[in-house]
């Protein structure tokens, strides 16, 4: 070709692709597997822009590449296809988000062909077909059939329980549970007596997924829990609408269970460390005390109503500082607020209460600078002393951390120490080295404990060990290891997700029982229903289903009603939570995946995502993993090996300068050019990206895409002020990539332009591939045109000759490399290699442009060296390395099928070296030696240099010096 054609190639190698399944993967155990997996998408409405494939270009850079290096390789792709954007635009229009997924799903895998991505798309699968949800419905009853031995330190069949209880009572049975549960004590006789009814409902407190009161983010006007990464300043993600803190009944995920594997497991993977960090943050290990203080109970306080404990119950990490406390905090949603709540103060604690309900517990977690707060009227005693403690509420206590109540030590704790300020409160200093109270709140474990009782004198040591031992003696507390990760809300009041394969029987002592379907009718469904919305009685959509009951099979006794199913459905992270282990036997309708594929593809060696998911999907996903392989279902402790978190890509926003007093009726909106406004005040407008060229507005684009910008409210067209050359030069700034700054750039736009390859290999050369980088399609002209420089080393422009084609003239020729051809490859080749298993792929790129550039200036059309340089690009620009591999004779497709190029570091070895030669410290010339050329010949040689000789000016050197590969210095 005369030049290159990107929109004919890559459109011929798409086809090329699907039709001989180039990517097709099977399980084949003569070859070692690499398995590459990208976090796969929610299928959106608006598709994909460029800042998505940036994660996927790179995981397809190594799954070209490790497919040249012989590994049998796995690049799957699906889609998180449940969610509430398509259950939203369900209500809005009353189509069923089955369609709008489906149609989502068409545009989104027509982009990712576009792109050229090497996935093997047999092997798709999406979370909201019954085919794939069948398996995520068996976990879940896989869960639910299990509980955690504390002994085994795994999960067990709930069988291995059942048998303890009838051996043994509750004897040796160290589970995971709630502490009421583990209170719990009966005999193996007591157990036997009970009723098949009551002996099942008291394992529903062991299950590892189960029921409880839970406090969640509820959506009224979505009518749905959301999760925390749903919720931003109070209000739904979604639509904006208010959120509040609502104790719901909830599934609940047993995810504490695994706290401490969660934990341990971090060690042996190879994630940042930055990642690793958050996930520990959000498991939170705390080793301390659990303490009692007793409520004070006195008629005078006009209590409405008796407390159900006679203690609050805290946490501390430092009970050494219990002598410092002044007053105690309780979450506004602790059970124990109502019964302490004194007549006289009612009003304004439900006043604080409702306002607490409208705040997320993440908003609440992160003001650190509000302080706020109100005091219940009671009090309760200091364990240690008797002293009288005042029992306030504040919101930056949660209920879900801990016990819901903090014993507050002002001298100790820099939030704390704010509170006591703001309402007046005691601060008691208790220890020798704390000074400055008023400027500094820093309990340091330094120094020993003064006005302290028992721990008087003592160290930080000796106070712990000796307050704890005091504390259990009387029954008043004990030594604890807490986590602030609670137990994982497995609830949503929506239509599109997962239904539960769970119904109720009446019975026990919440008046219905959970039970599960059997195996044998899963999947379990999504009924029709009439509306996407909770009912008119406050049911989830489910309630709208009409004869929707479960009726197990047979069951005659059972009567011809059937039985109500859970009307909530998963949360969104469930589909996720084992999705890697389907694409490894997406088709078996027998098994989530059967155990010849598990035992081969084991875990993902290489997980390409973002950091967004650290405490979502990323720790769900290693909890489930974790429970599989407990009940040895999957082989491997850990999901992902290698995790990479790509870092966004920016928008470059453009901008359009309105006038100040312009636009109005009757008044000609005026736009000025940047260069022309010289201090006029004008309103920054943003402007679509995609009618701006190097700044350059098309104004005549913009005139009919913003009519409402671009004319009066009365009809007045606009008037633009140009630059002296004719043009509109806008703004610009980088902001985040988003519909309403309109700096979204389609790939689509830039596939039809410049072509995938350009696309893909532009994208790694913007920076390293963790970092966040600004997009700038300005700066795509000069990936462009360098690959259309490396086409130029295969053909040359040339005009028709007869029997030529019209394409151009094929220049390859069979001659030998020389020494400096193969120092040029081999260069590359050992830079790309080393690159690509560093993941640094932006260098890459640069080694290509320079490899191309010295290739070109030694006039290098040499097959010997081509083919190798193609087969090391094919990876990063898969469309051009195709067509010019069969151009070279090899079987069409084979690019991806070939032999990485083997560096030989024998051709990078220099014969010759080119010194500097300094004459009294300054360089006057440069002599080449050989490598081997001794130092006297160099100094002789010198020293008889003509240039050499006219800086010598006759005069005879004091010395000379040879510094070996480095310099000769003569010197006078």
Request: proline share 5%.
């Given at each position: 070709?005369?030049?290159?054609?990107?929109?004919?190639?890559?459109?011929?190698?798409?086809?090329?692709?699907?039709?001989?399944?180039?990517?097709?993967?099977?399980?084949?155990?003569?070859?070692?597997?690499?398995?590459?997996?990208?976090?796969?998408?929610?299928?959106?409405?608006?598709?994909?822009?460029?800042?998505?494939?940036?994660?996927?270009?790179?995981?397809?850079?190594?799954?070209?590449?490790?497919?040249?290096?012989?590994?049998?390789?796995?690049?799957?792709?699906?889609?998180?296809?449940?969610?509430?954007?398509?259950?939203?635009?369900?209500?809005?229009?009353?189509?069923?988000?089955?369609?709008?997924?489906?149609?989502?799903?068409?545009?989104?895998?027509?982009?990712?062909?576009?792109?050229?991505?090497?996935?093997?798309?047999?092997?798709?699968?999406?979370?909201?077909?019954?085919?794939?949800?069948?398996?995520?419905?068996?976990?879940?009853?896989?869960?639910?059939?299990?509980?955690?031995?504390?002994?085994?330190?795994?999960?067990?069949?709930?069988?291995?329980?059942?048998?303890?209880?009838?051996?043994?009572?509750?004897?040796?049975?160290?589970?995971?549970?709630?502490?009421?549960?583990?209170?719990?004590?009966?005999?193996?006789?007591?157990?036997?007596?009970?009723?098949?009814?009551?002996?099942?409902?008291?394992?529903?407190?062991?299950?590892?997924?189960?029921?409880?009161?839970?406090?969640?983010?509820?959506?009224?006007?979505?009518?749905?829990?959301?999760?925390?990464?749903?919720?931003?300043?109070?209000?739904?993600?979604?639509?904006?609408?208010?959120?509040?803190?609502?104790?719901?009944?909830q599934w609940m995920m047993r995810i504490t269970a695994y706290a401490d594997r969660l934990l341990s497991g971090l060690d042996t993977i190879d994630w940042s460390e930055s990642l690793k960090e958050q996930q520990r943050n959000w498991i939170g290990k705390s080793v301390g005390a659990s303490v009692k203080f007793q409520i004070e109970r006195s008629e005078e306080k006009g209590l409405a109503q008796a407390t159900p404990h006679s203690f609050i119950e805290v946490f501390?990490?430092?009970?050494?500082?219990?002598?410092?406390?002044?007053?105690?905090?309780?979450?506004?949603?602790?059970?124990?607020?109502?019964?302490?709540?004194?007549?006289?103060?009612?009003?304004?604690?439900?006043?604080?209460?409702?306002?607490?309900?409208?705040?997320?517990?993440?908003?609440?977690?992160?003001?650190?600078?509000?302080?706020?707060?109100?005091?219940?009227?009671?009090?309760?005693?200091?364990?240690?002393?008797?002293?009288?403690?005042?029992?306030?509420?504040?919101?930056?206590?949660?209920?879900?951390?801990?016990?819901?109540?903090?014993?507050?030590?002002?001298?100790?704790?820099?939030?704390?120490?704010?509170?006591?300020?703001?309402?007046?409160?005691?601060?008691?200093?208790?220890?020798?080295?704390?000074?400055?109270?008023?400027?500094?709140?820093?309990?340091?474990?330094?120094?020993?404990?003064?006005?302290?009782?028992?721990?008087?004198?003592?160290?930080?040591?000796?106070?712990?060990?000796?307050?704890?031992?005091?504390?259990?003696?009387?029954?008043?507390?004990?030594?604890?290891?807490?986590?602030?990760?609670?137990?994982?809300?497995?609830?949503?009041?929506?239509?599109?997700?997962?239904?539960?394969?769970?119904?109720f029987k009446e019975g026990g002592s919440t008046g219905q029982l959970p039970y599960l379907i059997d195996e044998a009718d899963l999947p379990l469904e999504l009924p029709a229903v009439d509306k996407y919305l909770p009912t008119e009685t406050g049911e989830p959509p489910l309630g709208r289903a009409e004869d929707w009951r479960y009726h197990p099979s047979p069951s005659p006794s059972q009567g011809e009603g059937g039985f109500e199913y859970e009307l909530s459905t998963?949360?969104?992270?469930?589909?996720?939570?084992?999705?890697?282990?389907?694409?490894?036997?997406?088709?078996?309708?027998?098994?989530?995946?059967?155990?010849?594929?598990?035992?081969?593809?084991?875990?993902?060696?290489?997980?390409?995502?973002?950091?967004?998911?650290?405490?979502?999907?990323?720790?769900?996903?290693?909890?489930?993993?974790?429970?599989?392989?407990?009940?040895?279902?999957?082989?491997?402790?850990?999901?992902?090996?290698?995790?990479?978190?790509?870092?966004?890509?920016?928008?470059?926003?453009?901008?359009?300068?309105?006038?100040?007093?312009?636009?109005?009726?009757?008044?000609?909106?005026?736009?000025?050019?940047?260069?022309?406004?010289?201090?006029?005040?004008?309103?920054?407008?943003?402007?679509?990206?995609?009618?701006?060229?190097?700044?350059?507005?098309?104004?005549?684009?913009?005139?009919?895409?913003?009519?409402?910008?671009?004319?009066?409210?009365?009809?007045?067209?606009?008037?633009?002020?140009?630059?002296?050359?004719?043009?509109?030069?806008?703004?610009?700034?980088?902001?985040?990539?988003?519909?309403?700054?309109?700096?979204?750039?389609?790939?689509?736009?830039?596939?039809?332009?410049?072509?995938?390859?350009?696309?893909?290999?532009?994208?790694?050369?913007?920076?390293?591939?963790?970092?966040?980088?600004?997009?700038?399609?300005?700066?795509?002209?000069?990936?462009?045109?360098?690959?259309?420089?490396?086409?130029?080393?295969?053909?040359?422009?040339?005009?028709?000759?007869?029997?030529?084609?019209?394409?151009?003239?094929?220049?390859?020729?069979?001659?030998?490399?020389?020494?400096?051809?193969?120092?040029?490859?081999?260069?590359?080749?050992?830079?790309?290699?080393?690159?690509?298993?560093?993941?640094?792929?932006?260098?890459?790129?640069?080694?290509?442009?320079?490899?191309?550039?010295?290739?070109?200036?030694?006039?290098?059309?040499?097959?010997?060296?081509?083919?190798?340089?193609?087969?090391?690009?094919?990876?990063?620009?898969?469309?051009?390395?195709?067509?010019?591999?069969?151009?070279?004779?090899?079987?069409?497709?084979?690019?991806?099928?070939?032999?990485?190029?083997?560096?030989?570091?024998?051709?990078?070895?220099?014969?010759?070296?080119?010194?500097?030669?300094?004459?009294?410290?300054?360089?006057?010339?440069?002599?080449?030696?050989?490598?081997?050329?001794?130092?006297?010949?160099?100094?002789?040689?010198?020293?008889?240099?003509?240039?050499?000789?006219?800086?010598?000016?006759?005069?005879?050197?004091?010395?000379?010096?040879?510094?070996?590969?480095?310099?000769?210095?003569?010197?006078?």
């Open positions: 070709m005369a030049d290159y054609n990107h929109r004919e190639t890559e459109q011929k190698w798409r086809q090329f692709w699907d039709e001989n399944q180039t990517y097709r993967t099977e399980t084949d155990p003569a070859k070692s597997k690499y398995y590459v997996l990208d976090m796969f998408p929610y299928p959106s409405g608006a598709g994909l822009h460029v800042g998505h494939p940036l994660g996927y270009i790179a995981s397809d850079i190594v799954s070209r590449y490790k497919r040249l290096q012989g590994f049998n390789v796995l690049h799957p792709m699906g889609f998180d296809s449940f969610g509430l954007p398509a259950e939203q635009y369900a209500i809005q229009t009353g189509q069923h988000p089955a369609i709008t997924t489906e149609q989502n799903i068409a545009t989104y895998i027509k982009q990712l062909k576009q792109i050229g991505f090497s996935y093997d798309w047999s092997r798709e699968v999406r979370t909201s077909d019954p085919g794939y949800y069948k398996w995520t419905q068996w976990i879940f009853m896989e869960l639910f059939r299990s509980w955690y031995n504390k002994d085994t330190d795994r999960a067990e069949p709930i069988e291995t329980l059942l048998h303890k209880f009838a051996t043994n009572g509750t004897t040796d049975v160290n589970a995971v549970c709630d502490e009421e549960t583990q209170a719990l004590q009966f005999t193996a006789a007591e157990w036997n007596a009970l009723s098949k009814e009551q002996s099942y409902e008291i394992t529903l407190k062991y299950r590892l997924t189960y029921l409880a009161d839970a406090v969640v983010n509820w959506c009224p006007a979505l009518g749905t829990v959301l999760a925390n990464d749903e919720v931003k300043d109070g209000v739904s993600e979604r639509g904006g609408y208010p959120v509040e803190q609502k104790l719901m009944r501390t990490t430092r009970v050494d500082t219990i002598y410092g406390v002044t007053f105690m905090v309780l979450a506004p949603e602790h059970e124990l607020v109502p019964g302490l709540t004194t007549d006289a103060q009612r009003e304004a604690v439900e006043a604080y209460v409702q306002a607490a309900k409208m705040r997320s517990e993440r908003d609440r977690m992160a003001d650190t600078k509000t302080v706020s707060g109100v005091f219940t009227g009671s009090y309760c005693l200091n364990p240690l002393n008797n002293e009288k403690v005042p029992i306030f509420l504040a919101d930056y206590v949660l209920a879900g951390y801990g016990t819901g109540a903090v014993m507050a030590v002002p001298s100790g704790d820099a939030r704390d120490y704010g509170f006591a300020k703001q309402f007046g409160l005691p601060i008691i200093p208790v220890l020798d080295a704390q000074k400055d109270l008023d400027q500094q709140a820093d309990n340091t474990k330094e120094g020993r404990y003064i006005n302290s009782g028992i721990i008087n004198g003592m160290t930080y040591k000796e106070a712990t060990a000796t307050l704890i031992a005091w504390l259990e003696e009387r029954g008043l507390g004990r030594g604890k290891v807490n986590f602030r990760m609670r137990d994982a809300v497995f609830s949503r009041q929506r239509y599109w997700g997962e239904p539960v394969p769970v119904y998963m949360p969104g992270w469930a589909g996720s939570s084992w999705y890697w282990y389907r694409y490894m036997d997406p088709q078996n309708p027998d098994a989530f995946a059967g155990p010849e594929a598990i035992r081969y593809w084991e875990n993902v060696d290489l997980y390409m995502g973002g950091s967004e998911h650290a405490t979502g999907h990323l720790l769900y996903s290693r909890f489930w993993n974790k429970f599989l392989k407990d009940r040895g279902y999957v082989t491997q402790e850990e999901p992902f090996k290698k995790l990479i978190n790509q870092g966004m890509i920016q928008g470059r926003s453009n901008f359009v300068y309105r006038l100040k007093g312009t636009g109005s009726e009757g008044v000609a909106p005026v736009f000025v050019s940047l260069n022309k406004i010289a201090g006029r005040e004008v309103t920054p407008l943003h402007v679509d990206v995609n009618i701006v060229d190097n700044d350059v507005l098309d104004v005549e684009a913009f005139r009919a895409s913003r009519p409402d910008f671009t004319q009066s409210p009365d009809g007045l067209p606009a008037q633009f002020e140009l630059e002296d050359n004719g043009t509109y030069v806008c703004g610009a700034e980088v902001e985040k990539m988003s519909k309403s700054k309109f700096n979204v750039v389609n790939p689509d736009t830039i596939v039809e332009k410049y072509g995938a390859d350009t696309l893909r290999m532009y994208e790694m050369f913007l920076g390293p591939i963790e970092q966040a980088k600004p997009w700038n399609t300005n700066g795509i002209d000069g990936t462009f045109r360098f690959l259309r420089k490396f086409w130029r080393l295969f053909y040359k422009d040339a005009p028709t000759t007869e029997g030529q084609p019209e394409t151009g003239r094929w220049i390859v020729t069979e001659q030998a490399p020389t020494p400096a051809e193969l120092k040029v490859l081999h260069k590359t080749i050992k830079k790309v290699q080393d690159d690509i298993e560093n993941y640094s792929f932006n260098t890459s790129v640069s080694a290509f442009m320079v490899c191309v550039n010295e290739l070109t200036a030694l006039d290098c059309h040499k097959r010997a060296i081509l083919s190798d340089l193609v087969l090391l690009l094919s990876p990063y620009a898969p469309h051009i390395c195709e067509e010019l591999w069969a151009a070279l004779g090899n079987e069409p497709g084979s690019v991806s099928r070939a032999s990485l190029p083997v560096f030989n570091p024998a051709y990078l070895v220099e014969d010759s070296f080119e010194y500097p030669i300094q004459i009294n410290g300054k360089v006057r010339t440069t002599i080449s030696f050989a490598i081997d050329r001794a130092p006297a010949d160099i100094e002789q040689a010198v020293l008889a240099d003509e240039v050499v000789q006219k800086w010598l000016d006759g005069k005879t050197p004091k010395k000379v010096v040879v510094v070996p590969k480095r310099i000769v210095n003569v010197v006078l």
